[in-house]
């Protein structure tokens, strides 16, 4: 049976004797690749460097909001993608550990919302007026006649024309 994949031949360095050329073209092709990889990563060092200087500037918690991260990247390293996608690397891995430490310091997620519910209570209690209902008002008189106005029977009909 004829294999349907095949691999491609590996191309072999070329010798030097016989097309000098073309081995000096791979060397320098290779060279300057490996040069140019080298100048990414500086680039790429240079800016994590600042976005973290910048985080570290702006939220005291960064380095516990970062070891928590790491410590994330353990358990899904799908995270190390996400942080290549972003933007701020230092503020996408801020964020990320600090809702980590968030969520352990809660425990779970139910813990969580009675937490907030509890807070967003205390909050509408605190800004609320305070207004003073009775319990009851089975033992006050009304203010109101209890008779009302006396009825002196249909308008005639000229008060109500003119």
Same mark, same amino acid.
């Given at each position: 049976?004829?294999?349907?994949?095949?691999?491609?031949?590996?191309?072999?360095?070329?010798?030097?004797?016989?097309?000098?050329?073309?081995?000096?073209? &791979?060397?320098?092709?290779?060279?300057?690749?490996?040069?140019?990889?080298?100048?990414?990563?500086?680039?790429?060092?240079?800016?994590?460097?600042?976005?973290?200087?910048?985080?570290?500037?702006?939220?005291?918690?960064?380095?516990?909001?970062?070891?928590?991260?790491?410590?994330?990247?353990?358990? &899904?390293?799908?995270?190390? &993608?996400?942080?290549?996608?972003?933007?701020?690397?230092?503020?996408? #891995?801020?964020?990320?550990?600090?809702?980590?430490?968030?969520?352990?310091?809660?425990?779970?997620?139910? #813990?969580?919302?009675?937490?907030?519910?509890?807070?967003?209570?205390?909050?509408?209690?605190?800004?609320?007026?305070?207004?003073?209902?009775?319990?009851?008002?089975?033992?006050?008189?009304?203010?109101?006649?209890?008779?009302?106005?006396?009825?002196?029977?249909?308008?005639?009909?000229?008060?109500?024309?003119?």
């Amino acid at each position: 049976m004829e294999q349907q994949f095949r691999q491609p031949a590996e191309t072999e360095a070329p010798d030097f004797w016989e097309d000098p050329n073309a081995v000096i073209s &791979n060397q320098v092709a290779t060279a300057v690749q490996a040069a140019l990889q080298g100048w990414e990563m500086k680039q790429m060092q240079a800016e994590a460097d600042r976005s973290e200087a910048a985080a570290k500037a702006k939220y005291p918690d960064y380095e516990d909001a970062f070891a928590k991260f790491r410590e994330q990247v353990q358990f &899904n390293p799908g995270l190390i &993608n996400e942080l290549q996608m972003a933007a701020d690397k230092a503020e996408f #891995a801020y964020r990320r550990g600090k809702q980590a430490l968030e969520l352990s310091q809660v425990g779970d997620l139910d #813990a969580l919302k009675a937490q907030i519910r509890a807070q967003v209570e205390a909050e509408l209690r605190a800004s609320a007026p305070v207004v003073d209902i009775p319990t009851t008002t089975a033992g006050q008189r009304s203010v109101s006649d209890r008779g009302g106005p006396a009825w002196a029977g249909p308008q005639p009909l000229s008060a109500i024309l003119s």
